[in-house]
């Protein structure tokens, strides 16, 4: 077993260059040369975790097996990898702080005055590092949020600085920034990579790699530019071109030798490529499935981060069903009787998203009732499945007032607050999280969708869940619950067997697809799509 490796991953120039797509494909290609890996994300905001954060701000909240609500970056890292992240995976300012001042208030630091430097450096040092984790990995990748020379990452340099003196080469620094095409000129320009190499420099951190963001092809001489300006060898200096698909991009490093290079500063021998074979596979898959299915994504917020694991997961099942998904993003809040018809015209399948609060959900009601009442494959995830289970007590059973007690207390509370949540008042953290057992049905959709599983894991986020009061009227009216929490003797999952496919799950199904493992129910759900349209 070799000393554990350290990868530092930051960014400069502008945000959104795909830092996190980057670090997850050093991590696909290390775990492809057999090495134990993990990637982390830290963020330099003040919230405690991005639990609480409005999608518009931050996309969506990625939910761990452990139950910790985390950037969506983490999401990257487990489908590009399949490596299954932890707590100790997502760390912001604001847990740093937390820690270190709850320590002060305990008494630790023994009279000491508290400073960013060395006490907050010193404790993200320590989560660098992983100390506190019981784990043996070859390689630990730290991707840095946020952009360099903003205020707030200044701590995460200073303790990337400190660490790489101290590891010396077991350290490496990867660099992403961007090369832009300025049409007037005709030119690429490599000023802002100089510029913000510098900046780093300033901070005393010499970056060992380069990748370059670029939309064009940059050729050898610019890279050559780069490599002597900015201090690094020739072979450090990789580019990352436009995709079709995020899914190349770690064919694409590998081409590149971004992983020998990194081996080779380490001073690891750098061996053999390995093939990746099932990747390459599932590229062509890619590459060659050319029929469209359409599925309405029926939500609220239109921003393609804000569903960016549903997304995913809608488009690996695809691939894998050889068709390729066209997901056409519904407002729900412009949902009504008189539209939805026309709406979801052509769709040949209908996924009601997750969400809180009131906004919007009259939307997903009425989608839940067209998806019934026209026999569409119709897939409800979380407060989706929620409101398919509202939709069915109204126009099935009856119950004209039934609602969620989330939204407004009736006698008709189908979805009700769960026991436990009733006496929380703090916000963060604390609703129903991470993974859970669940039960199936033998012999339902549910159960042969998941290769007849008895007993599945799926993660959760919630504080209200259906009200098992209601489950029998339910049953005999034909929704089905088919998955039961054995524990708690929660409802998980409902479906309705008369219909082609029409499934709600309480958990999140969505965090657990992967690039080589597409989840089970989004396969189905793909396929149940495709079996509802004739071929063009
Ligand atoms: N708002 C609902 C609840 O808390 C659903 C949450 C979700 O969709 N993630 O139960």
Known sequence: MMNTKYIFVTGGVVSSLGKGIISASIGKLLLARGFKVTIQKFDPYINIDPGTLNPYEHGECYVTNDGMETDLDLGHYERFTGIRTSRNNSITTGRIYKTVIDRERHGDYLGKTIQVVPHITDEIKRRMLREEVDEELDFVITEVGGTIGDIESAPFMEAIRQLRWQLGRDAVCVHLTYVPYLKAAGELKTKPTQHSVKELQSMGIQPDILVLRTERHLD?????????????????????????????VPVSMQRQGLDAAILRKIGIPVGET???????????????????????????????????????????????NNVKTKIHFLNSEEISEESVAKQLDGMAGLLICPGFGQRGIEGKIIAAEYGRTHNIPTFGICLGMQMMVIEFARNVLGYKDANSAEMRPTPHNVIDIMEEQKSITQMGGTMRLGAYDCQLAEGSRTWEAYGRKELIQERHRHRYEFNNQFQEEFEQKGMKCVGINPVANLVEIVEIPDLRWYIGTQFHPEYSSTVLHPHPLFMDFIKACIDGTTEA
């Open 220 to 248: 050898d001489s610019l890279r050559m530019k780069v490599a002597s300006f900015c201090n690094v060898d020739l072979e450090c200096v990789v580019q990352s071109e436009d995709m079709p698909s995020i899914y190349e």
């Open 274 to 320: 390995p093939a990746m074979k099932s990747w390459h596979d599932f590229l062509d898959k890619q590459r060659e499935a050319s029929r469209e299915v359409h599925v309405a994504l029926v939500g609220k917020y239109d921003l393609q981060d804000a569903y960016k694991s549903i997304r995913e997961s809608l488009n690996l099942a695809g691939i894998y």
